[in-house]
């Protein structure tokens, strides 16, 4: 059974601060993704990465991918308030059908 | 732009009632898929379809059916609501060819704007 973590699962921060968010799953696989959800809305694709050490920048965002450690991050740099949203990674199986979702980390930007 | 939509934001039903959640997409896709989302439990899979009138479960498909009779419409159905089936519910949808990136096919998906059923 695929198991995707995340860490944190809940993150404060200042703005003007960086920080990263980790995303570990447990089987092979080359395929991840994140998402964004503001409170009340649906998800949002923000990065697709489709093989070992792909990095991928949008905005204050960067996300990278390392397939033989199982491991993504999700880099903020300078984070702003507009930035406070859930995040979350799924990882594609090579089914090409279902993703796995990690629990999501909720961000809350402050002044 | 990809745009799937969901037949209502908010539902509120009563336990054993027969509820039916629709999702209609615009794209053109093959997969359709129904998540459940509720706190600390992330997203979990339902059921998902591949192709009209196919449909695979997910992970938690006890107590739900699906029903695909064209190719943009996936259906979602509670024969029996429980008040344990209150969630918000997203449909989202991709296509067997999203892409290929040095020879790796990928299978990004993209959410409607969630149902949030309540069963009293």
């Known amino acids: 059974e695929l198991k995707v973590e995340q860490n944190p699962l809940f993150l404060s921060m200042q703005e003007g601060k960086n920080y990263t968010i980790y995303c570990n799953y447990s089987?092979?696989?080359?395929?991840l993704y994140w998402y964004r959800q503001d409170p009340g809305k649906s998800l949002e694709s923000l990065f697709v990465?489709?093989?070992?050490?792909a990095v991928k920048q949008e905005g204050r965002l960067m996300a990278s991918l390392d397939t033989k450690a199982r491991l993504s991050t999700l880099h903020i740099t300078a984070a702003v308030h507009d930035l406070s949203a859930t995040y979350f990674c799924a990882v594609d199986l090579n089914s090409g059908y279902a993703l796995n979702f990690g629990k999501g980390t909720s961000l809350l930007v402050t002044p | 732009d990809v745009k799937v939509t969901q037949s209502s934001r908010y539902l509120v039903k009563r336990t054993g009632e027969k509820v039916f959640l629709e999702c209609v997409q615009d794209?053109?896709?093959?997969?359709m898929f129904w998540y459940r989302q509720d706190p600390g439990l992330g997203l979990r899979l339902i059921y998902f379809?591949?192709?009209?009138?196919?449909?695979e479960k997910g992970d938690i498909p006890e107590g739900y059916s699906v029903s695909r009779e064209k190719k943009e419409r996936f259906s979602l159905i509670l024969e029996s609501a429980s008040t344990n089936q209150t969630s918000m519910y997203l449909c989202?949808?991709?296509?067997?060819?999203?892409?290929?990136?040095?020879?790796?096919?990928?299978?990004?998906?993209?959410f409607g704007p969630g149902t949030r059923l309540t069963v009293l």
């Open positions: 379809s591949y192709d009209v009138k196919m449909k």
């Open positions: 989202a949808s991709s296509s067997r060819y999203s892409g290929t990136s040095g020879g790796t096919n990928y299978n990004e998906q993209f």
């Open positions: 794209m053109d896709h093959e997969n």
């Open positions: 089987t092979t696989s080359d395929r």
């Open positions: 990465l489709l093989s070992n050490g």
